[in-house]
C-alpha cells in the first residue's frame, strides 16, 4: 500500500530534550512537508521540502530542524529551543509543490512535553 | 497575500439533514480550494478540491462544494449528515508562484446528532 507513515504516534519528552520525530513515504512524492497542530488554529507550517538535498522553513521554524537525505524520508528535530512544543505534528507530501496538487497526510504524532 | 476564513468553529447537525460547512478566502491569484477532513487523532483527508475547472466540485463520501468567485466563498455541502461525518473538516488556500503556499482555515468541528 501507498502511503505516508510517521512513528512514533505519541512521544513522551522531557525537557531540554532534543527528539526526532519519523516521516516516510512511498509515494514517490518530490515534495514534503511538516505542520504543527494546536487546537483552534489549523496547520501551520513548519518546514517543507521540494526536492532532495533542499529544504526551506516555513512559518514557525523556530526550535525544529529537518534533513532530506532520501526523497522517501523526512525526519523533524524539535530541538530544546522549541519553547512550547507540546503539539500534534503531521507531515504531509505532494506530487511536486504546484498549486493544484493536493497534499497527502500521514496519521501525525503527538509529542508531549512533560 | 491568501487567507481563508472558516465562519463557524463548531456546526451540529441532526442525523439525515443537511450539511453546510461555510468557508471564504481571499487569494492575490487565481486560487486552488481544497477541503479535508480529519477524525480524532489522524492525519488529513482529501475530500475535495477546485482547480479552476468546474466551479461545482464533487467529492468523496457525498460531499460537495461550489466555487462562488463574486463571493470569494468555496462552501462545503451534503444533502443528508451520516453519524461517521463527525470530524473536524478544514477549507485550504493554495496560491500560484514557485513554491505552492498552502494556508489552512482554523477548522470546523461537525458534530451530528443522532
Known amino acids: 500500500d501507498g502511503g505516508i507513515t510517521q512513528s512514533p504516534k505519541y512521544l513522551f519528552r522531557k525537557e531540554g530534550q532534543n527528539v526526532t520525530l519519523s516521516c516516510e513515504q512511498n509515494l514517490n512524492h518530490d515534495a514534503m512537508y511538516w505542520y504543527r497542530q494546536d487546537p483552534g488554529q489549523g496547520l501551520r507550517l513548519i518546514y517543507y521540502?521540494?526536492?532532495?538535498?533542499?529544504?526551506q522553513k516555513g512559518d514557525i521554524a523556530e526550535g525544529y530542524s529537518v534533513s532530506r537525505e532520501k526523497k522517501e524520508s523526512f525526519p523533524l528535530t524539535v530541538t530544546s529551543a522549541q519553547k512550547n512544543p507540546t503539539a500534534f505534528y503531521l507531515c504531509?507530501?505532494?506530487?511536486?509543490?504546484?498549486?493544484?496538487?493536493?497534499?497527502?497526510f500521514g496519521p501525525g504524532t503527538r509529542l508531549t512535553v512533560l | 497575500a491568501q487567507s481563508v476564513t472558516q465562519l463557524d468553529s463548531h456546526v451540529s447537525v441532526s442525523e439525515g439533514t443537511p450539511v453546510l460547512l461555510r468557508c471564504n478566502y481571499s487569494?492575490?491569484?487565481?486560487?486552488?480550494l481544497f477541503w479535508y477532513v480529519q477524525h480524532p487523532n489522524k492525519g488529513l483527508q482529501l475530500l475535495l478540491k477546485y482547480t479552476s475547472a468546474a466551479t461545482l466540485v464533487k467529492g468523496i463520501n457525498g460531499f460537495e462544494a461550489e466555487f462562488k468567485k463574486s463571493e470569494t466563498s468555496f462552501h462545503l455541502t451534503k444533502p443528508s449528515a451520516h453519524m461517521s461525518d463527525a470530524a473536524e473538516y478544514f477549507c485550504?488556500?493554495?496560491?500560484?508562484?514557485?513554491?505552492?503556499?498552502?494556508?489552512f482555515g482554523t477548522g470546523t468541528k461537525l458534530q451530528v446528532i443522532p
Open positions: 521540502s521540494q526536492i532532495v538535498n533542499d529544504f
Open positions: 485550504v488556500v493554495s496560491g500560484s508562484g514557485g513554491y505552492q503556499k498552502v494556508t
Open positions: 504531509a507530501s505532494s506530487t511536486s509543490s504546484g498549486v493544484h496538487n493536493e497534499q497527502f
Open positions: 487569494s492575490s491569484y487565481s486560487p486552488s
